[in-house]
């Protein structure tokens, strides 16, 4: 019983660490392609003719998301860690390897790296 509520309790530890990390890819994912798509706003801003201060205002905005890049990264570097740490004694269990926490870890870990 105890085996049983211990083991309940790092799978449970393991999907919130894999909720992180799949949370934080979808975040530095959604800000790399927010800053690429808002360059091709930019540029073709410029290729039209616009009003400089729409330039200006959507080259503001598209550096926004491109600051936003590096924290991102480090979060998902961090979260990264802290799931491979968190399975790495459990990689030789048949359990752990069938269990959906398990293959879900292991499949965003692949992503990731």
């Not at 979060?75 to 030789?92: G, M, P, R």
């Amino acid at each position: 019983l105890q085996r049983t509520a211990m083991d309940k309790n790092t799978l449970r530890t393991i999907k919130i660490k894999t909720g992180v990390l799949k949370r934080s890819l979808k975040d530095y994912n959604f800000y790399k392609e927010e800053a690429k798509k808002l360059e091709g706003k930019v540029d073709k801003l410029k290729e039209d003719g616009a009003d400089e201060h729409d330039i200006v205002k959507q080259t503001e905005v598209m550096q926004e998301s491109i600051e936003m890049l590096p924290s991102c990264k480090t979060k998902v570097e961090s979260a990264l860690e802290d799931l491979k740490s968190a399975i790495e004694e459990h990689l030789e269990n048949q359990e752990f390897k069938d269990s959906e926490e398990g293959k879900t870890a292991e499949a965003l870990i692949a992503e990731a790296t």
